[in-house]
C-alpha cells in the first residue's frame, strides 16, 4: 500500500509543478522537433533493455503501477507522435509526451537522446550509415505499409533531401 502511496504522490507532484509548453524545441542531437512530428525509439537503456526516460503518463501510469510504468524492451524500433512539448521550470529538463502504440507516454528528451533511448542519439549523426536514397526507400515502405502518413511521408523526404 505504501509504494501506491508513494506512487500517487510523486506523480501528483510531478504534474502540478509548474511547466512552460513550447510548440517546437531543439534537442541535443541537432533536431529541430515539432508538435505532430514522428520520434524513433532506439534501445532502453536500462536492465533487460527496459527504457528509463521513456514513462507511461496519465491513466497507463495509474493502472501499471509504481514498478511497471516503463516502456518495455519489445518497442525498439517503434515510433511515437510527439503529442505535448514542455519545459519543466524547476529543473530545465523538456518532457514530451507521445503517442506510443496507443497510449501516451513522457519522454525526458535529452536524457533519452544521451542514452539512445530516442535516436537518431547523440552519439550518431541523424542517417549514418545509409544514403539518402535508401532512406527514401525505407521511408517509402512505412509509407506504403500505412505506418506513417502522407504528411510524415513529405516532411520526413523533405529532410533527407535537405541533408
Excluded at 9 to 33: D, H, R, V
Aim: hydrophobic share 40%; net charge positive; with cysteine.
Amino acid at each position: 500500500m505504501k509504494p501506491t502511496l508513494l506512487f500517487i504522490a510523486l506523480l501528483s507532484a510531478l504534474l502540478s509543478s509548474a511547466q512552460t509548453k513550447l510548440t517546437t524545441y531543439q534537442a541535443s542531437n541537432g533536431i529541430t522537433y515539432n508538435i505532430g512530428d514522428t520520434i524513433w525509439l532506439g534501445r532502453g537503456s536500462g536492465m533487460n533493455a527496459k527504457y528509463v526516460y521513456i514513462q507511461a503518463s496519465g491513466m497507463t501510469a495509474a493502472l501499471a503501477g509504481p514498478d511497471a510504468t516503463g516502456l518495455g524492451p519489445g518497442y525498439s524500433g517503434h515510433f511515437g507522435i510527439l503529442k505535448k512539448i514542455m519545459k519543466q521550470d524547476d529543473s530545465g529538463k523538456i518532457l514530451f509526451t507521445a503517442k506510443i502504440a496507443m497510449s501516451n507516454f513522457w519522454i525526458y528528451l535529452d536524457d533519452a537522446i544521451a542514452t539512445c533511448e530516442i535516436t537518431p542519439c547523440a552519439a550518431t549523426t541523424p542517417h549514418q550509415g545509409k544514403d539518402k536514397y535508401q532512406l527514401l526507400i525505407d521511408l517509402k515502405k512505412l509509407l506504403n505499409d500505412s505506418i506513417i502518413t502522407q504528411q510524415e511521408f513529405d516532411s520526413e523526404k523533405k529532410k533527407i533531401l535537405a541533408d
